[in-house]
Every structure is written in C-alpha cells, then in structure tokens.
C-alpha cells in the first residue's frame, strides 16, 4: 500500500482574527496624503519674498535653450516640447533675453538692418530688394520724396520761365513759318494750274476752279472727255507735289519737336545732375542703390512731360489720383520708397511671437487695389511677414498652428535652409490664378527660429518628416512635473508672488501656499513631485483671490485656496454626480455590502476633459466546465479595447503557471462589465477579472464593499495604474452616499502609495475606521484581502494547504479535468 498523504487544514478564523490579519495589508493614514508644513516658509506673505520670474526644476530644459539660443550654426532651431500651460513660450522669451543682455555685457554690437522695396525699371513686376544700416530706410524714402518735391519744383520752374516760354515759342513759329511758305508756294502753283487748295478732315483737297471759283459737280461732268483726262492728269501732277511739300512739313515738324526736346534734355540734364550728384555720392557704399538712382535718373529724362505741368489735379476719382486713372498706374511710381522693414525703433535682435502663422502673417502678402472692375498691385503694397521682421533676431510659433495652416510647413521648411523669404501669392500655392501676380526680390534672412509643441507632435515629425532633423536640430523637453524638494518649494513661493503681482491679487500667507503646493502634488498624483503646469496655478490663484475678496481678508490663507477647489469641482461635477444617484436609486447596479461568489467592484476614470473622476463598476466572472479558456465578452461584442484584451489574455497564461503545472486546464470562464454600454480600454481591471473567476472557481464569496484596481502578469504580480486618486474617491462617495459601516474600502497596487494624494474627507473617514485603503503585491495578497482567507502557499508536493483559496481552485480545476476526461472517453466509447 502506498502511504497516504495528509492534507493540512486551516483552522477556522473569527471575525476579529480576520480583520487582524488584514491590518498588515491596509495603508496608514500618513501614507495616503503628503501635507506641506507651512512653517518651512520663512516669511509673513508672499509679498515679503522676491517674485520670480524663471522656472522651477526646469533644467534639462533650461539647458537646452541655453544651448540653442547660443549656437550659431545652420539648423540648429529649436522644438521646445511640453504639454500646453507649462509656459514654455514665457520661458524661452526670458532666455532669450538674458542672452541678449550677456551679449551686451560681452561688447557685441548687433547688426540690425532696414529693408526696402524699390521700382525696378528694367522688370516693374519683380520689385528689388535692399538692406541698408538702421535708421537708413527711412532716410532713403525721405531723401527720395525730398528729390521728387525738388524736381517739381525746380523743373516746373526751368519750364515755366519766360527766357524757356520765348525759346520755344520761336522754335515752333520758325517751324511753322516754314511749314507756311510750303504750303503757300504749293497753293500758289495750284491756282495757277486752275486749282484750289483746301484743307478737310480727310487732308488737302484739290478743287478745280472755273472763272475762279469752284467747280461745280455738274460742271465738271459736262466737259469734254479730253479735257476732263487734262484736269485729271494736272490734279495728279499736283498731288504728288502736295505730297511731296507735306512730307518736307513733317520733316520740318520732326526736327522742330527733337530741337524742343533737346532744349528739354539739357535743361533736365543740367537740373537733374545737380539733383542727383549728392544722393550718389552718399549711397555710393551700397551699389544697389546707386543702381537705383541711376534708373531713376534715366527715367526722368524720359519723362519730362511729367514735370511741366503743375500739381495733380486735387478732384480724384473714388480716391485714385487722375494720373493713376488715365496711365493704369501712378507715373510717380517710382518715386516710392517701400520701407519693407523698418528697425529704426529696434536696438536689439527682435523676438517676434506670431500668434496666428497663416501664410501671409509668416512670409509677407501682396496687397492689391481695385480699380473699376479690376486689381492693382506694385511694390508698395508689398506687407512684411513674421520671418521678415525676425530677421537678425528670433521668430517663436507654435507648431501645431503652422502645421494646421495650409502651405505654411512646407514654406517655412523652404525658408529655413535656403536662409532667405520669397513672398509668394498663396492662391498659387494652391494651383489658383493670382490676379497681376508680382514677383519681389527674396529678402535674405537669419532668424533663429523656436517651434513650441507637445512631445507625441515631436516624435510624428521625426518620424515622418526627413527636413526636420537638418532644421530643427535641438529639443528643449519640458517636464510636467518637478521633484518635491525643499529648494523647489520656496522656488514655487517666490513663483506664487509673481504670479500674485501679475495678476493683481492678494499675497498668500504661508499656509495658503502650502495648499497650492498641497494640490500640485495632487495633479501629478505624486507625494514626491509638483506639477510645472503653470498655467493651471495661476487660475487657482486668481479663483482663491476671489474668495479672499469675499471674505475680505488681507491675504489668502488655506482656507480660501480649498474653498476655490470645492467649487470648482462643483461647477464641473454634475455628470458625477448623476452617475452616483443613479448608483444609489439602483439603476447602475452595485453592491457596498454583503459578499457575493464570483462578483468584484471594479474601479475605472471617467475623462470628460474639464474633470476626470471614479466610478464603480460590477464585473462578474461565470466558470463552467470546458476548455474555451476565458471568453471576453466585451472583446466578442467588440466593446474592448486591445490593451483590455491584452489584459484578460494575461489571465490564461497566470491561470496555467499557477494551476495547470500537473493537469491540463479544462476551463472556460466568462467575464463581463455588467451595464457597459460603452468601449472599455486598459489593463487596470485585469486583476479584478481574476478575483472574479478565482472566486467563482473556489466557489468563495468576495467582500462588495471593497473595491479592486491593478493590472497583473502572468507571474501575478499586481501592477500599478494611473488614477488611482480619482478611483478611491469614486467609490468612497458611493458607499458615503449608501452609508459607511466601517467594512468598506479600496484596494490599490503597493505601487501606487506614492501615487496617493487623497482629498481631506476620504482621509478623515479612513483617520475614524469608517473607510480602508488596503493594497496588494500579488494576486495571493489581493484574494485574502477580498475574502478573509489566506490565499495559500505551494508545498513542495506541489499542493496547497486545505482550506485556502488556492486549495479550493485547485481542486475545482482537478475535478473539472477528471469530468472532462470522463466526458470525452465516454464519447469515444459511443462513437465505437
């Protein structure tokens, strides 16, 4: 006979005992908060300490925009990367300018240049493009409207002048007197011949005469054939002397009109030299504006006409100039300087923050005018862009606007490695037709440019974008959360009194920023970091100032910073709120007490971007005989996510590793979210699935009033969530609103103590017994937690002793494999 083994048993435990040997288990009251002590603050208020500016715990960061801002060579941009209100476009302005001022200190002089648009005469529709020292744009508009006010005034007198009047008064009757002694000598000839010379619209007519007067056309008709072919002939003799006489008119007209504008040319010449000399010699150091004057020169002297007159006629037309109406475009045109950037005003490298990168704000526009029925453009309407007026300095945007603005990526990419802007007509950025298109001169840039942006838009465009790398070659990465260090904490005091100067509100008293410090431990769900998100603080300033203002204290204290987070939880917890009555009507079914076999409260986090929150739900697990292994219901009517199936797939190898090491698993389990109408994702309830079916197995009720979250692997090994300050208190207020009997609580990974950042009344409830937050390192932890009996430990025999949970789903499984064994030999036996 083979010797029997024993079986150990545990004894049966009381209440008392039970509860004892959970007490090793349950969190303590200092572990599920961290509490700032207001007295490591050395001051009365805020007011006393020195506002800071900078930010806190920021250095990786820090470092990397030093580094960016300082290095010279090409491509090295920089992507400052953050979650949104972290101020990181505040902070990169402050470096900036702490790098500007060391420049300063070092003796560096910045070279910062204007830059004009000027006419080009040899292609009107490509405007030309110069650079000039500071202050010298302006000094060119103003030196060439100067020219122009003197060329008026000094050609309309040359032209005006009795001596000029008299001059070509008597070349135009020397002309004409000549013109006359032809033409009478050729009337004189007519009449001879027995003709009369008269001038019509049509030119000079020939009229037969007859007893010295016209004939007339009945007359004529009545002569003989052989002298109407006579007169005929002498007619045709005389028109060809007529022509020929009319031709040496012209030619007289020809050389009187190049007589008068040789006079005009020397008088011209003479002014405009004198005009002109200076200007030359004064610009001769930048030679595309000697190009410039010398055009213009030449076009002057083309264009006298447009001196000779007086001012343009005052009375225009919808507000165009008579001269723009007649020509089509201003004959003073050229005159115009377009003063394109202007840094008279700017004594250091500019830093330009372009809220709105569309494709004109960025790279300039061309403005156009209408002109009945149609568009008018030159190089006057030519408008700067953000990168023109950043060039020599710096150029902040945000990267998701000029990723969303159509066109602008792709041109920005342009403009960054050819190091120059071309100002281009959007519609043909997107095959439209641009109405009288222009095409300016690219102007020549070197900006540094800084793109702000979250870090997944980061790596997308790393990934995916092969210019990126070359243009965008250094990341300053923010972090959203610092680590909780005495340093930091002041540093955070003396970041809370500039915020209060900024926003024009009372001072804190140190409590006051305790309780700030307090909940941005919270939102990092953190007792060892803060959060950087600046932003989200200075709301909670400005909300607990309000409150202060209510109360009329002096400063805010930590009563007016909880009061601001009571209420605005209040104003966004309305759906919550309604989740919990209809827990308490019982529409949404879940059970705070009593214990029940198979049946776990899970726990999950409601996201409706302005508040996230916990709420409950009822996961059940139903065993039978099988070996489907665990069907996901949610997965097999596609509700499930597929890290939640990832997670219930977990629960089969940790069922074969713990159970299935000396027989096969001869399983199948269903699990279910009960009243989920919706899709469920994520890990964190794969432990409480297997609670769930461990129970339905050892046929062992588990405990309602505790509620379970963590994910687990396959060596059951409980992991750590997030949320888990949003869970406890959802549960928390469900079993407050049903009424807490001291049984209830929450269990939690052991991971996640630190995590624990838990409002005042859940504290409160767990400081007078009435509520447990327990945790969990195995799954063997977490069992004994749920139903009071030790899970049981694996003897060398490869059994567990009797009584514990183990034991009994080890023999459950045990059975089912025999039965399943039984059942199919019988069905081989049939089929025989």
Known sequence: ?????????????????????????????????????????????TKDLAPLREFVGQERAVRAVEFGLNMNGIGYNIYVAGLTGMGKSSMVKTYIEKVVKAREAGGEAFVLEDWCYLYNFKEPDCPQIVNLPRTRGKNLRDDVTGLLGKLRQELGQAFSSEEYKRQRQKTVEEAQGEQQKVFEAIAVEARQQGFALQMSPAGPVLIPLVEDRPMQENEYLSLEEAKRKELDARQAALRKKLQVSFEAAGEMQRKAVEELQKADKAIGEYTVTRLFDPLLQQYAP???????????????????????????????????????????????????????????????????????????????????????????????????GALNLANGGYLLLSATDVLTNAGVWPALKRAIKNREVKIEDPFEQFGLIAPQGLRPEAMPISVKVILTGDPALYQVLSAFDEDFWEIFKVKADFDFEIEKTRENMLAYAAFLSGCCEECEARHFEPGGVAKIIEYSARMVADQERLSSRFAQVKEWIEEANYWADRDHAKNISAAHVQKAMEERLFRHNLVDERIRTMIKRGSIMIDVTGAVVGQVNGLSVYSLGDISFGRPSRITAKTFLGRGGVINIERESQLSGPIHNKGVMILSGYMGWKYAQDKPLSLSASLCFEQSYEGVEGDSASSTELYGILSSLADIPIKQGIAVTGSVNQKGEVQPIGGVNQKVEGFFKVCQAQGLTGDQGVMVPEQNVVNLMLRDEVVEAVRANKFHIYTARTIDDGIQVLTGIPAGEREEDGSYPAGTVNYLVDRRLKEMAERLKGFYAEEKKEAK
């Open 1 to 45: 006979m083979t010797e029997k083994k024993t079986r150990k048993k545990l004894p049966a435990k009381t209440g008392k005992e039970i509860t004892k040997g959970l007490a090793k288990y349950e969190v303590p009251v200092k572990k599920l908060r961290w509490e700032c002590d207001p007295r490591i603050f050395d001051f009365e208020c």
């Open 286 to 384: 930048w030679p595309k504006v000697g190009q410039f004057y010398t055009g213009l020169r030449s076009y002057i002297l083309d264009n006298l006409e447009l001196f000779k007159g007086t001012e343009e006629p005052v009375n225009p037309i919808f507000g165009v100039p008579m001269s723009q109406v007649i020509g089509g475009r201003n004959p003073f045109l050229p005159f115009q300087v377009n003063v394109f950037v202007d840094n008279s005003e700017v004594k250091v490298p500019p830093v330009i923050v372009e809220s709105n990168p569309n494709f004109g704000n960025i790279f300039g526009k061309i403005e156009r005018r209408f002109l009945f029925g149609g568009y008018l453009s030159d190089h006057t309407m030519l408008k700067p």
